[in-house]
């Protein structure tokens, strides 16, 4: 099926640090998104990808969208605080009613 | 001025109740969501209406009900709540299935049934 498989599941960083995590897939998608969710608020949109090879930034956010169509990657720069969370993978379901499906999330913790 | 708007934030109930929560979005989107995280932060779609029409149910139990009386608000009902209903139930919004602009998420319903 269209599941999305995150990795790290979870982070321990330092302040400063660069963070990498990924995100896999055994089907092809041709959206990537990439959410992150903090303690008791819903997911919040990061970066959108829709053209495979893509690479698009948000501040020190970077992510890609894998030249395979079954993967995607983010990186944060220089990481501070406030980059705590959870961050999710997505990519709208290819058939049928149209849904977005979510990998299972990197839990960023940062030591200051 | 929130985007997507969640009622109540938080839900405590005895099991075998019946209750609801509302959500109604400002953004002028067609397609509105329903989705359940659970305790280990997985995010899985219940339903989801676009203009008021069920386009997706992903077989979820009966005694979950939404309903869309029109396109800016879904709200949730469930009857006899069990123990495993407990998680935070998150009400989402998108234009054009979310295709391209991704989704608008509200901030969540913490349910717990003891």
């Known amino acids: 099926g269209q599941q999305l498989n995150q990795s790290p599941q979870s982070m321990f960083i330092q302040e400063g640090e660069d963070v990498s995590m990924n995100c896999t897939s055994s089907s092809i998608f041709n959206t990537w998104l990439w959410y992150k969710q903090e303690p008791g608020e819903g997911p919040v949109l990061l970066i959108a990808l829709y053209k495979a090879g893509e690479l698009t930034s948000n501040g020190r956010l970077t992510a890609q969208f894998g030249i395979t169509r079954k993967d995607s990657f983010l990186n944060i720069s220089a990481s501070i605080p406030s980059d705590v969370g959870i961050y999710f993978c997505a990519g709208p379901r290819i058939q049928g009613a149209q849904k977005l499906v979510f990998g299972q999330g990197t839990r960023l913790t940062i030591n200051p | 001025d929130t985007a997507v708007s969640q009622t109540p934030k938080y839900l405590v109930t005895q099991m075998g109740n019946d209750k609801s929560i509302k959500c109604e979005q400002n953004?002028?989107?067609?397609?509105m969501y329903w989705y359940k995280q659970d305790s280990k932060k997985f995010l899985k779609i219940m339903f989801s209406y676009n203009n008021k029409e069920l386009i997706i149910n992903e077989t979820v139990p009966n005694r979950f009900s939404p309903k869309s009386p029109d396109k800016a608000h879904l709200n949730l009902h469930i009857n006899s709540l069990e123990l495993g209903d407990s998680a935070v139930y998150f009400c989402?919004?998108?234009?054009?299935?979310?295709?391209?602009?991704?989704?608008?998420f509200g901030s969540g319903t913490r349910l717990t049934v003891v």
């Open positions: 989402a919004s998108s234009h054009d299935g979310g295709r391209n602009y991704g989704y608008t």
């Open positions: 953004l002028g989107h067609d397609t």
